[in-house]
């Protein structure tokens, strides 16, 4: 996650290593966020969905996530996404 995501989120970037994107998803949306990843694992075109993630502070993150599947070196799937913060649009 780049610097941005990290401080929309309310951390520190480096504090983000080996953590997983999951376990900011709101649990409400938790069935949404996996089957947006699987939608992107099975096809090359991009996915998009709009859920609500959990900052470190206990506070709501309305995000829309758009996700290609890229190949690794190694031809192992990859996941970019970008996330952009759509909270005005909910108010």
């Known amino acids: 996650m780049n610097l941005a995501g990290a401080q929309l989120l309310g ?3 480096q504090n983000l290593m080996e953590r997983g994107f999951g376990r900011f998803i709101a649990p409400s949306d938790l069935k949404l966020y996996d089957r947006h990843v699987l939608s992107v694992l099975q096809g090359r ?7 609500a993630l959990i900052r470190e502070n206990g506070s709501a ?27 005005c649009s909910r108010d």
């Open 11 to 13: 951390l520190a970037r």
């Open 45 to 51: 075109e991009k996915q998009s969905c709009e859920l």
């Open 61 to 87: 993150l309305f995000v829309r996530l758009d996700s290609v599947q890229m190949r690794t070196n190694d031809n192992d799937p990859e996941i970019r996404t970008l996330m952009s913060d759509i909270q």
